[in-house]
């Protein structure tokens, strides 16, 4: 089977936090380095949908230990609270997902409302700031560790219609680039990865907002520019997001890395 070629052992007796865990990417993730032998802390704002990420990682790997915590990435105490209360309960960080995000409303610049402008920039790049300001305080006591931003394709190229989006998503590239040249020295790497349009709620809802009663449609449309024709899936940036929280993603540092099927190169 595919999956027995890629499940190893490379997060036995290590630590993985993510963020926006209980969905998409970040519970995709959460599976493949649990299978992996990792000790999750699962944060994210939805208890209930952490709840069922808990039960999925039951199922695919009954012997990882994991931790849920509910908060809100946006709020800087309930960031140090997430971070302390992993290191309380398992000792160390070794991978940080820093991947929560909301894609918020679509709309010309004129039209993109200062308070949209504002909650998109505070969850996806305070939220991210904050996360790598008390991450990396551990990381680098431990002298070890690596962190996983998630940008996207709209962090590195322009996309339209998503101003805050866009301006949250190039700072968090921004971010990658600046905080992985302090702390290289110390063993600690940082990345970031761009994806393209991948198949979970957040884009399901971003086609609705296109078209409601014709959303799958849109999104067969959507993806007819894409060189691979088609949506990425979750699981497939669990894999890429795996590999760079692993040790042997070391020496990478300070980039971004698109998973987009090769779109944001196409001219
Ligand atoms: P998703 O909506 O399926 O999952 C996001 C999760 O983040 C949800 O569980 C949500 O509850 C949580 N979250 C949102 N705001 C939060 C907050 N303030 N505090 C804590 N948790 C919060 O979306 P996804 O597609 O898995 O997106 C994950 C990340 O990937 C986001 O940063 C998104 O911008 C990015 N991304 C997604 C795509 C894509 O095509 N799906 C493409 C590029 C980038």
Redesign the pocket.
């Known amino acids: 089977k595919k999956e027995e070629w890629i499940v190893s052992n490379r997060f036995d007796g290590k630590v993985v936090l993510i963020?926006?865990a209980?969905?998409?990417?970040?519970q995709a993730t959460a599976l493949q380095v649990a299978k992996e032998g990792a000790k999750l802390s699962l944060?994210?704002?939805?208890s209930g949908?952490l709840e069922e990420t808990k039960s999925k990682i039951a199922e695919a790997a009954p012997n990882a230990e994991v931790i849920l915590i509910t908060?809100?990435?946006?709020d800087e105490k309930a960031v140090e609270s997430y971070v302390n209360e992993t290191v309380e309960k398992f000792g160390r960080i070794d991978g940080f997902f820093n991947?929560?995000?909301?894609?918020g409303k679509q709309n010309p610049t004129e039209d993109y409302g200062i308070e949209e402008f504002q909650k998109v920039v505070d969850?996806?790049l305070n939220?991210v700031f904050y996360g790598m300001k008390y991450v990396l305080k551990v990381m680098k006591e431990q002298g070890s560790g690596s962190i996983v931003n998630?940008?996207?394709?709209?962090g590195i190229r322009g996309v339209g219609n998503q101003s805050g989006y866009a301006a949250s998503?190039h700072g968090v590239v921004g971010l990658t680039r600046n905080s992985g040249i302090e702390y290289g020295q110390y063993g600690v790497s940082i990345k970031a990865i761009a994806?393209?349009?991948?198949m979970?709620?957040?884009?399901e809802g971003s086609l609705k907002q296109m078209d409601p009663d014709n959303w799958e449609e849109v999104g067969k449309q959507f993806v007819e520019p894409n060189p691979m024709k088609r949506f990425?899936k979750?699981e497939e940036v669990g894999y890429l997001a795996a590999f760079l929280l692993s040790d042997q993603a070391n020496f990478i540092n300070a980039t971004v890395i698109p998973i987009d099927g090769g779109q944001s190169y196409k001219y």
């Open positions: 963020t926006g209980a969905s998409g990417l970040g944060v994210d704002l939805n949908a908060a809100n990435v946006a991947n929560a995000g909301i894609e969850i996806n939220g998630t940008a996207s394709v709209g998503k994806p393209g349009a991948i979970t709620p957040m884009v990425g979750p």
